[in-house]
């Protein structure tokens, strides 16, 4: 039986799919991420824990999260990240277009890790995203 829920695909799999794929799983794993960060910090109440999350998953924090992380990226890893970026993609009206490509691009890097089975990786960069946040309000 196939574990979807820990995939590794190889990379001739990876290079099949197109970058607004892999950006649709990384949107997924991204807000896993950040919720499962609020819950592990407890001080959220369960109300706030959607408003919390939403202000996270913005596309204002992930294009800001994805500039803290362009620096110690791979090379790979950048290429990726570029890729996402540069995709043409329906920015909506309540966003910026720059900082939703951004988001893309971030989306497009955890979608790829994640796909790839480097979880290890995906936590490293995502402690490193969460870092303007390190208190909850």
């Not at 499962?36 to 109440?45: A, D, I, K, M």
């Amino acid at each position: 039986m196939k574990d979807y829920f820990n995939p590794a695909l190889s990379v001739s799999e990876l290079n099949h799919l197109s970058t607004l794929a892999l950006a649709h799983i990384g949107d997924a794993v991204y807000e896993l991420l950040v919720r499962s960060w609020l819950c592990s910090h407890g001080r959220v109440t369960s109300n706030a824990l959607h408003g919390e999350s939403v202000k996270r998953v913005s596309a204002k924090a992930q294009a800001a999260a994805g500039g803290r992380l362009l620096p110690i990226l791979m090379e790979a890893e950048t290429a990726v990240y570029r890729r996402g970026r540069n995709t043409h993609a329906t920015v909506p009206q309540s966003a910026d277009p720059a900082q939703y490509r951004a988001a893309t691009g971030l989306e497009t890097l955890f979608g790829w890790l994640y796909l790839s089975g480097e979880h290890a990786r995906i936590n490293e960069l995502f402690l490193i995203a969460m870092e303007d946040h390190s208190h909850v309000t």
